[in-house]
């Protein structure tokens, strides 16, 4: 089955520690994006890439950065630049065809760091 | 900029009644709607979009959406609702015309009373 595969579920860092978040689809999707949410302000777009190797900044792209090497992957790094870290991490993907092509969503990474 | 507003954090409803869940929105050119739902330490799911011209959208799992253009509005709705359908919505729009990001609203959480 074809769907969007985030590891691990449960990641646990300390304070000052970069930490790669992955992100990996088998729906031949162009397009990918991480979003971060935070109880009671819904998803923030973090980064997204429309194309192999091109990537844009989101709304709160500040201490986090991206790669697009493969179709297939979109890893996220949460750098120690992060001043809170502390949240529930999805990643999601679109086939691109045309603008009504909806988002498909991984089931998530959440990222305690202490 | 294109935004999109959930003007109720939580909405109650008891088993069997009709729902109506709210989104309105504002973006620079044609609008590109979206609901999607979240149980509870899951990525979101797809139920329905936006089609140009449809002022009453039909989706899954029962739900629908309501189109209005003069008020900007989205709002989701269901005839009957059940308590399976207790989860968390949200509504998003695609910025087509600008730098094409897809932007969500803060969740509405929707309980269904038995």
């Known amino acids: 089955d074809g769907g969007i595969t985030q590891s691990p579920k449960y990641l646990f860092r300390k304070e000052g520690q970069n930490v790669t978040l992955s992100c990996e689809q088998n729906?031949?999707?162009?397009?990918m994006y991480w979003y971060r949410q935070d109880p009671g302000q819904g998803l923030r777009l973090i980064y997204y890439s429309q194309i192999v190797n091109d990537f844009q900044k989101g709304d709160i792209a500040e201490g986090y950065s991206v790669s697009r090497e493969k179709k297939e992957s979109f890893p996220l790094t949460v750098t120690s630049a992060q001043k809170n870290p502390t949240a529930f991490y999805l990643c999601a993907s679109t086939a691109g065809q045309g603008p009504n092509s909806p988002l498909h969503f991984g089931n998530g990474t959440r990222l305690t760091v202490t | 900029a294109q935004s999109v507003a959930q003007p109720e954090d939580q909405v109650n409803v008891a088993e069997g009644n009709p729902l109506t869940v709210k989104c309105t929105y504002s973006?620079?050119?044609?609008?590109?709607l979206f609901w999607y739902v979240q149980y509870p330490n899951r990525g979101l799911q797809f139920l329905l979009k936006y089609i140009t011209g449809d002022n009453l959208v039909k989706g899954s799992y029962g739900f629908e959406a309501e189109f209005n253009k003069s008020q900007t509005s989205f709002h989701l709705k269901k005839p009957s609702a059940l308590v399976s359908d207790s989860a968390l919505y949200f509504c998003?729009?695609?910025?087509?015309?600008?730098?094409?990001?897809?932007?969500f609203g803060k969740g509405t959480r929707l309980h269904i009373l038995p």
């Open positions: 729906l031949n999707h162009d397009a």
């Open positions: 998003a729009v695609r910025d087509v015309g600008g730098d094409d990001k897809i932007i």
């Open positions: 973006v620079s050119g044609n609008p590109y």
